[in-house]
Nanobody, 112 residues
Framework: QVRLVESGGGLVQAGGSLTLSCLAS????????MGWYRQAPGKQRDMVAT???????NYEDSVKGRFTISRDNAKKIIYLQMNSLKPEDTAVYYC??????WGQGTQVTVSS
């Protein structure tokens, strides 16, 4: 079964940085748009960033200029570089792909 495995979360102070990774076990990884979503306690799961097979990126307004999504098709990994983190970025972050169910997510906690 195709899986998405997220990693890289943790506890960081406001203003700090983290890099999330998502490993996808899919032979056709490079042809798909991939994305990062997040879900804070009591809230719905929202899109954070997406990247197409051609490398075109799209960001939710609150993370523009702070987060960067990228992909390594050879390794079948997508990344989310998060800088200038804020307490409101605290959430479970999930990788998304059309060919796989949601992964387990990775917790990001930003302290003030």
């Amino acid at each position: 079964q195709v899986r998405l495995v997220e990693s890289g979360g943790g506890l960081v102070q406001a203003g700090g940085s983290l890099t999330l990774s998502c490993l996808a076990s899919a032979r056709t990884f490079s042809t798909y748009t991939m994305g990062w979503y997040r879900q804070a306690p009591g809230k719905q799961r929202d899109m954070v960033a997406t990247i197409t097979s051609a490398g075109t990126t799209n960001y939710e307004d609150s993370v523009k200029g702070r987060f960067t999504i990228s992909r390594d098709n050879a390794k079948k990994i997508i990344y989310l570089q998060m800088n200038s983190l804020k307490p409101e970025d605290t959430a479970v972050y999930y990788c998304n792909a059309p060919f796989a169910p949601w992964g387990q997510g990775t917790q990001v906690t930003v302290s003030s």
